[in-house]
Each structure stands twice: as C-alpha cells, then as structure tokens.
C-alpha cells in the first residue's frame, strides 16, 4: 500500500516511467537543428581531445559519453567539474573542445570554470535543459535537453532528463563517428576484449604466420611436402611459384585421394597433388566472416593473401571458434 492509501501497482508503475523517459527522449527529435550542426563542426574540427566534464548525475553521464566518444575515434577524457579548479583544469588546452553537461546550466562548478576555459581558448558546447542560463549563453553551441517532467514522482530526481542528455550526447558521438568514416575494423582494434572483442577479432590476430606459416613450393617432392604438413601440424600446407605467389595448397584429404595402389604418393610433387586456386582471405577480415566463409565451403583452413597473392598466413577453424560470441 503507498502512503495515500491506494494500491501501488510496481507494473504500472514502471510502465510509465518508462514511457515519461521514452517521451523525453522523442520529444528531442524535432529540436534537433542547425546549433547540433554547429556543434557536430566544433567537434569534427577539434585538433586536440573532446573533455566532457558535468556535476552529479549529470557527471555520471559524462564520464558515459566521453568514454563513448573515445570508442568511437575521438579521442576524449571525463573531467569532474569539481576537481577542475583544484588543478585537473590543466586537462584542457587550447585545442580541445569542452562538453559541458547541466540541465539547470547554473550548476555552480560549472560556472566557475567558464573564465578559466575562454582563457585557455577552447571552444564550449553545453548539453542543458535551459540554453537561457549562464552556461547555455556562455556557450558557443547550446544544445537544450529539456524535458516536460522527470519520471520521479516529486520531479526531483534526474531521471528523464539524464536519458535525454545522454541521448542527445550519443546522437553527436555517433554523428561524429559517421563523419570521421570511422570503420568497423578501427571499432575492433579499440575493442579487443570482452564479447564485443571476439565478434570483432580480425584474421591477422588469429593466422598462423611467419615460421608457423606451412608452406612449399611447387616441385616439393612429396616427402618435403608431408615433412611441412607434419612439423605445422595444421593439416595443410600453401604451395608457392617460384614468385612467391599462391597456387595452391595440399591438405590431409589430397594426400588420402592420391593415395591408392600404385600411385608411388612419394614420387610426386606439390604440384601434382595440390588443389589449385584455393578459398583466400585478406588479414583485415572479421574472423567470424572468415569462420562462416570456411563452414560454407566445409574446409578447415583458410589462407591469407597480401595485395601480391602471396600467403601471409592460415587460419585454422579451431583459432576462429573462439571468437565466437558465447
């Protein structure tokens, strides 16, 4: 029972402050104008570092946002606006662009940095509920996050206008990733642990190269050739030209199909028992779309090729189950 003495229904409850935030958030949408595009500019234009900084909740959203840029190829760094004045002001430079975060935007940390931050010259865009205050005026962008209520029952809380800011500082995270054309591939190499890090491994993180790399070339008598598979123990090897390119490769299954009665196996050479013009990835490829290219065709090894056509490495299917998501 709550304290007026009607029956507190949690489903309900729940279902409507997840429709106040959901609300917040969509009533953004329209808002969205030439100041974000002025903003998006600052930030595509910054030659030093992206320094987010807010107090409170608003700080915790900060320190969010700032790690989301970072992942996404810009660099950036979270500064408690409190700390700020007793020394960590020396984060900022003149090359940098400040995210300032407070709905109120008369947050008094805040404020006391503004003096500081137009001496040291760098550029200010404020995420806040009211671009009329002294933070949003002192701004070269103000971008407003303003929300008709919290989903607190007193409206106290910050609860849908921290949802709002943290959506309207990815909707700049993100643009700004667009804009960079940042990759998939830099997405991965900033992401190499965790679930993210597998789905993401390239196929030169995982390949066989180097002394591991098995490979002959193409007059290895057979001998040389079983010797190679042997001691690399892939169950395979690349057969090269006398150029160093690929031309084929020779697994367990061609040794078993030449070897029937009197066919004198060992008197052979790579050439004669390789498969030629073998499935060939590049080392900047997933290796889970290396690891699906490898089921579809029912092989358990793949080479990779540089621009030349020459072998760099093999990946084995047993290195590429790893990197599935578990």
């Given at each position: 029972m709550s304290d007026s003495g009607q029956t507190f229904n949690p489903i309900e409850f729940a279902r409507k402050v997840l429709r106040t935030e959901a609300e917040a958030i969509q009533a953004l949408v329209p808002t969205v104008d030439?100041?974000?595009?002025?903003?998006?500019?600052?930030?595509?234009?910054?030659?030093?570092?992206?320094?987010?900084?807010?107090?409170?909740?608003?700080?915790?959203?900060?320190?969010?946002?700032?790690?989301?840029?970072?992942?996404?190829?810009?660099?950036?760094?979270?500064?408690?606006?409190?700390?700020?004045?007793?020394?960590?002001?020396?984060?900022?430079?003149?090359?940098?662009?400040?995210v300032a975060l407070s709905y109120s935007g008369e947050t008094e940390e805040l404020i006391r940095l503004l003096e500081a931050i137009r001496r040291i010259g760098a550029r200010l865009i404020s995420l806040t509920g009211n671009p009329a205050s002294t933070l949003g005026t002192a701004s070269d962008v103000a971008l407003s996050c303003a929300v008709a209520e919290e989903a607190c029952p007193m409206n106290l809380a910050p609860t849908a206008s921290t949802?709002?800011?943290?959506?309207?500082?990815?909707?700049?995270?993100?643009?700004?990733?667009?804009?960079?054309g940042f990759r998939l591939e830099q997405f991965a190499s900033l992401?190499?642990?965790?679930?993210i890090g597998r789905r993401l491994t390239l196929v030169e993180t995982v390949m066989h190269a180097g002394d591991a790399l098995p490979q002959v070339r193409r007059d290895a008598l057979m001998p040389d050739v079983i010797h190679e598979m042997s001691?690399?123990?892939?169950?395979?090897?690349?057969v090269a030209d006398d150029e160093g390119r690929l031309v084929g490769v020779v697994t367990d299954g061609d040794l078993r199909r030449h070897m029937t009665p009197?066919?004198?196996?060992?008197g052979h050479r790579a050439q004669d028992?390789?498969?030629?013009?073998?499935?060939?990835?590049?080392?900047r490829m997933l290796a889970v779309e290396a690891l699906r290219l490898m089921e579809q065709r029912k092989?358990?090894?793949?080479?990779?090729?540089?621009?030349?056509?020459?072998a760099e490495g093999v990946v084995h299917l047993h290195d590429l189950w790893r990197t599935q998501m578990v």
């Amino acid at each position: 029972m709550s304290d007026s003495g009607q029956t507190f229904n949690p489903i309900e409850f729940a279902r409507k402050v997840l429709r106040t935030e959901a609300e917040a958030i969509q009533a953004l949408v329209p808002t969205v104008d030439e100041r974000f595009v002025r903003a998006l500019t600052l930030l595509q234009d910054c030659k030093g570092r992206v320094v987010v900084t807010g107090m409170g909740k608003s700080g915790i959203i900060a320190h969010k946002l700032s790690a989301t840029f970072s992942s996404t190829g810009t660099p950036a760094l979270f500064l408690h606006a409190a700390e700020a004045v007793h020394g960590d002001l020396g984060m900022v430079q003149t090359n940098d662009v400040v995210v300032a975060l407070s709905y109120s935007g008369e947050t008094e940390e805040l404020i006391r940095l503004l003096e500081a931050i137009r001496r040291i010259g760098a550029r200010l865009i404020s995420l806040t509920g009211n671009p009329a205050s002294t933070l949003g005026t002192a701004s070269d962008v103000a971008l407003s996050c303003a929300v008709a209520e919290e989903a607190c029952p007193m409206n106290l809380a910050p609860t849908a206008s921290t949802t709002a800011t943290l959506a309207l500082g990815d909707a700049l995270a993100m643009a700004l990733a667009r804009l960079k054309g940042f990759r998939l591939e830099q997405f991965a190499s900033l992401h190499p642990g965790g679930r993210i890090g597998r789905r993401l491994t390239l196929v030169e993180t995982v390949m066989h190269a180097g002394d591991a790399l098995p490979q002959v070339r193409r007059d290895a008598l057979m001998p040389d050739v079983i010797h190679e598979m042997s001691s690399k123990r892939l169950g395979m090897t690349c057969v090269a030209d006398d150029e160093g390119r690929l031309v084929g490769v020779v697994t367990d299954g061609d040794l078993r199909r030449h070897m029937t009665p009197g066919s004198e196996l060992l008197g052979h050479r790579a050439q004669d028992v390789m498969t030629a013009r073998p499935v060939t990835v590049r080392r900047r490829m997933l290796a889970v779309e290396a690891l699906r290219l490898m089921e579809q065709r029912k092989i358990t090894a793949v080479v990779v090729v540089d621009d030349n056509g020459a072998a760099e490495g093999v990946v084995h299917l047993h290195d590429l189950w790893r990197t599935q998501m578990v």
